[in-house]
């Protein structure tokens, strides 16, 4: 496992802390998990604006659109 050291100012870290205790994780599960998410989202939002045109073409607008057709 690789290594990776940040900065962080106390208030970030005072942050931190308060989440990691209070869901009863350590800081750096913490902070890999959100730089997980962090990754899913950025990547679903790529696809999102690849395929947008495509979903705009065939008339769905917005996420509710797609919903209701296959509901």
């Given at each position: ?8 100012d106390?208030a ?6 308060r ?21 899913a ?31």
């Amino acid at each position: 496992m690789t290594m990776l050291s940040i900065r962080i100012d106390d208030a970030l870290d005072a942050e931190l802390a308060r989440l990691a205790e209070a869901m009863q994780r350590n800081k750096s599960d913490l902070v890999r998990d959100m730089l997980r998410r962090q990754a899913a989202v950025y990547a679903l939002r790529q696809v999102q604006a690849t395929l947008r045109p495509y979903a705009e073409r065939a008339g769905y607008l917005t996420d509710d659109d797609f919903f209701w057709d296959f509901s």
